[in-house]
């Protein structure tokens, strides 16, 4: 059991990694995937925006 858990926040740790960069930033994503799951968190970043990217820019 305690296996699990340490392995459920070590990928959190890494979807918080993979988000810093994005929109909610770091611990959002670590807190929502925490919350949610690491699936979820993993689907949350992959769906965001670049924390600099505009909404009128293309290319």
Known sequence: MPVLLILYVCL???IGVLGKN???GFWGYF???LLLSPVIGLLL???SDSRNSKAGEQG
Request: avoid cysteine; charged fraction near 15%.
């Open 12 to 14: 959190s740790l890494v």
């Open 22 to 24: 994005r929109k909610f």
């Open 31 to 33: 807190f929502g995937s």
């Open 45 to 47: 970043v992959i769906a």
